[in-house]
């Protein structure tokens, strides 16, 4: 929750003062007022004491939001490498669950609410970091601890987006998110690959997600050739380097580099298996 839902009465604007009667403090690039005769002493002594990385945090997570869901602004903050996860929960996510989250993932850039059981992670993955793995082992404590159920989506590891190529693969993201959780639900966690390869199979739409996927094939040297040889060798790095006549080195630094583009590790089946259709479908 933001300061703005807190204090409905309060004015956001660029105005760097509005006179008597109002308590100001900046938020972004902006400036919040609130009326003091709508607040209590004891409110007013907490806004004064406010931290100023919480009024950064709050202006954060108000900026992604009208990046991602209100499409308005520019990029908040340039990311050579980001990661979505999307979570569904029972009822709103408490400030001591958020500030766990914060607490756990140092790179967690901004928490952005879209609905009061709809909320989206944005993760700094320009130094890449395994998110996948820390949160299927902590997630059982999580949901013990503090009485809730979580369905978590992560969204590929995407590099070299531009604004509105971000502002498109959330959209394709998010609309997977809903459709799984319509139709399945099931899973608790699931990753982007078994995501895809589910959409897949059942027609469903993915957005811009293949043509990004696609691109990223195309722009690394003898990729396709990798995956065809791989599928086949069924991720033998072995085989696969006697089919392809080329050095076991070579091929681990070629899917290294992939893996650091693309978000997909081409040892992993499903990652594999989901560009293995992309090229088969031209």
């Not at 901004?110 to 997630?139: G, K, M």
């Not at 069924?234 to 290294?256: E, G, P, W």
Request: negative net charge; proline residues 4%; aromatic residues 10%.
């Amino acid at each position: 929750m933001n300061l703005r839902e807190l204090f409905p009465e309060a004015v956001v604007n660029q105005k760097e003062k509005m006179g008597q009667g109002w308590l100001t403090q900046p938020l972004g690039d902006q400036y919040i007022h609130f009326p003091l005769e709508a607040l209590s002493q004891r409110e007013q002594a907490l806004l004064d004491l406010q931290e100023p990385q919480s009024a950064l945090q709050a202006s954060g997570e108000d900026a992604w939001h009208q990046f991602l869901v209100q499409k308005k602004g520019g990029l908040p903050t340039k990311l050579e490498g980001v990661q979505l996860l999307y979570l569904e929960h029972g009822f709103p996510l408490s400030s001591d669950l958020l500030d766990l989250f914060y607490g756990l993932f140092p790179h967690l850039t901004a928490l952005v609410e879209l609905s009061s059981t709809r909320t989206v992670l944005v993760l700094d993955q320009t130094t890449p970091f395994e998110v996948e793995t820390l949160v299927q082992d902590i997630l059982p404590a999580v949901e013990n601890d503090f009485g809730t159920k979580l369905t978590i989506f992560f969204g590929n590891s995407w590099t070299r987006l531009q604004a509105e190529e971000l502002r498109q693969v959330f959209d394709s993201e998010y609309q997977l998110f809903s459709d799984f959780v319509r139709f399945k639900g099931s899973e608790q966690t699931i990753s982007f690959a078994k995501m895809a390869l589910w959409a897949r199979s059942g027609q469903l739409n993915l957005g811009v997600i293949p043509e990004k996927i696609r691109h990223y094939i195309d722009e690394s040297k003898d990729m396709a050739d990798i995956i065809e040889a791989m599928w086949i060798s069924q991720t033998n790095l072995v085989q696969t380097a006697q089919k392809l006549f080329m050095h076991r080195n070579s091929l681990q630094y070629k899917l290294d580099k992939f893996h650091n583009l693309s978000g997909l590790n081409l040892k992993n089946l499903d990652d594999l298996a989901f560009c293995h259709l992309l090229i088969l479908n031209g």
